[in-house]
Every structure is written in C-alpha cells, then in structure tokens.
C-alpha cells in the first residue's frame, strides 16, 4: 500500500504544476478537437469553466509543455515505483 500512496503523491505533485491560469479557451479547444465523440460533444456542452479540473484536460496543456506525466513519473519515482505504475496503469 505504501507503493500506491507514494506513486499518489507524485501523480498529485504533476497536476499540481499547472497554473490554472494556463488553461484558456484556446487550450480548451484544441483538446476538444483531439477527443472522439460523444466524450467530445459531453465536454464541449459543459464548457471550459465546467472542464477546469477534469484530469484528462489538465494533462492535456501539461504535455503541451512538453511536460509528460510518464517522463514525470520516470524522473520522480523509484524506478520499482515507476514499473509498477506503468505496468499497472494501462
């Protein structure tokens, strides 16, 4: 259990990163335009201000950074931890 707790955090410490101020409406469309209906139609209704903390978004602008959650996880992590959440995590 410590393994997932410690893996959490991390994974906590990523989303974290990003500034809320950073998620526009130009970000927000450009992810609109990369997802497969109806996940895309659904989020596109709901509108950036609603999507704000969705993950997936948030990911989104992080690896548009060039700030992947995988590399993220590679640096910060044990490499125990970071097999473990790759070989789980799929």
């Given amino acids: 259990m410590d393994k997932l707790i410690r893996i959490g ?38 509108g950036l201000e609603k999507c704000r903390g969705v993950l997936n978004l948030q990911r989104f602008i992080l690896e548009l950074q060039d700030n992947g959650l995988e590399e993220y996880l ?9 097999t473990y959440w790759r070989d789980h995590s799929k």
């Fill in 74 to 82: 590679k640096r910060e992590l044990t490499e125990e931890d970071f």
């Fill in 9 to 46: 955090k991390v994974i906590n410490s990523y989303y974290y990163q990003l500034n809320k101020k950073e998620i526009t409406e130009e970000k927000f469309n450009l992810w609109i335009e990369s997802l497969e209906d109806p996940m895309k139609k659904d989020f596109k209704e709901k």
